[in-house]
């Protein structure tokens, strides 16, 4: 059983950064492609990012394309989000996904989900 733990949201004005971070426990955590997911009140879960087992490849939902980045660390088992320019509609609970042979962009492919961490962008 794989442990997610993101820590790292918060309050952050429009046009500001924050970086996500979240740990695992309890598995291989190099054998699991790792995503980032969101969801807004009265929102679907949305896709933000995911990252291969490597660190390789990346993949991003086209809301954050160019300001958002994924990498991860396999010797710390923790992957990131690196999120800038942020805008209001960037407000959302965050969460961190871990999972074998996804579809980066499906959510219901992951196997392990954290507890998610509310980011807040104020206009």
């Known amino acids: 059983q794989v442990r997610l733990v993101e820590s790292g949201g918060g309050l952050v004005q429009a046009g500001g950064s924050l970086r996500l971070s979240c740990a695992a426990s309890?598995?291989?955590?190099?054998?699991?492609?790792m995503g980032w997911f969101r969801q807004a009140p009265g929102k679907e879960r949305e896709f933000v990012a995911a990252?291969?087992?490597?660190?390789?490849?990346?993949y991003y939902g086209d809301s954050v394309k160019g300001r958002f980045t994924i990498s991860r660390d396999n010797a710390k088992n923790t992957v990131y989000l690196q999120m800038n320019s942020l805008k209001p509609e960037d407000t959302a609970v965050y969460y961190c996904?871990?999972?074998?042979?996804?579809?980066?962009?499906?959510?219901?492919?992951?196997?392990?989900w954290g507890q998610g961490t509310q980011v807040t962008v104020s206009s």
């Open positions: 990252i291969s087992v490597s660190g390789g490849r990346t």
């Open positions: 996904a871990a999972g074998d042979y996804v579809i980066p962009s499906i959510a219901s492919q992951y196997d392990y």
């Open positions: 309890g598995g291989t955590f190099s054998r699991y492609v």
